[in-house]
């Protein structure tokens, strides 16, 4: 198993449905992210759980619903999304807290989502 | 809030030469981690190297090497004898001291390999 898997890689939708896209990480960490990465533009943080707990919401739209059952693995459901949240959507985990943790995120491959 | 800027959208080079990949940041603190992640086509984006701010000493990890200048808020990626593998995006990125929740990434930079 890789470190950080995503599925689906790829989803389209129309504006009106409503799907989930899925991260599992199994590299034993307590941190999971999401970031959504348009072109030309900068990582954008969305949301990170710690050891299950969202402890960060950056000013995402209600039409993001994260959800977080145990610490490997993550969600974002998604519903009545507009076409400028087309994107490729990242999750990564890491292992703060501990002795010389220098911050390092471990990436999945990302789903890309298209919005009709 | 800290800011990241990768001024070159797109960059090339010819295999086996070297490339230089420029960053600069902001932020009102003193210690941080800064970050060089590469991100191939399709592809997990990696991390490539790191440089904690503390330590002064230019970060090396085989054929790449960052150019840390604290002063002037500059973290350059210098990638030597280019191989046709090391095409992709490149992303700077800084992380307050003690935690990656906060990472700042900069737009990035396409490179290209050339044979």
């Known amino acids: 198993e890789t470190g950080v898997t995503q599925t689906p890689r790829h989803l389209v939708m129309g504006m009106t449905n409503k799907k989930s896209l899925k991260c599992e990480q199994h590299l034993g960490h307590n941190a999971m992210y999401w970031y959504k990465q348009s072109a030309k533009k900068p990582l954008e943080l969305m949301f990170v759980?710690?050891?299950?707990?969202?402890?960060e919401n950056n000013s995402v739209p209600s039409r993001f619903s994260p959800e977080c059952p145990n610490s490997s693995h993550l969600f974002l459901h998604l519903h009545t999304l507009q076409p400028e949240d087309s994107a490729l959507y990242l999750c990564a985990s890491s292992q703060p807290g501990t002795s010389g943790n220098t911050g390092e995120l471990f990436f999945g491959e990302g789903s890309r989502l298209t919005v009709l | 809030a800290q800011t990241v800027t990768q001024s070159q959208p797109e960059m090339s080079v010819q295999e086996a030469e070297t490339v230089t990949l420029s960053c600069t940041y902001d932020t009102s603190e003193s210690d941080y981690y800064l970050f060089w992640y590469k991100q191939p086509p399709s592809r997990q984006m990696i991390l490539v190297i790191r440089?904690?701010?503390?330590?002064?000493q230019n970060a090396t990890e085989n054929r790449f090497s960052v150019n840390f200048q604290k002063a002037a808020k500059s973290f350059s990626l210098k990638i030597s004898d280019s191989q046709l593998g090391d095409a992709a995006m490149y992303f700077c990125a800084y992380s307050s001291q003690g935690g990656s929740e906060k990472l700042v990434f900069g737009k990035g930079t396409k490179l290209t390999v050339n044979p």
């Open positions: 759980y710690n050891f299950k707990e969202q402890t």
């Open positions: 440089q904690e701010a503390y330590k002064q």
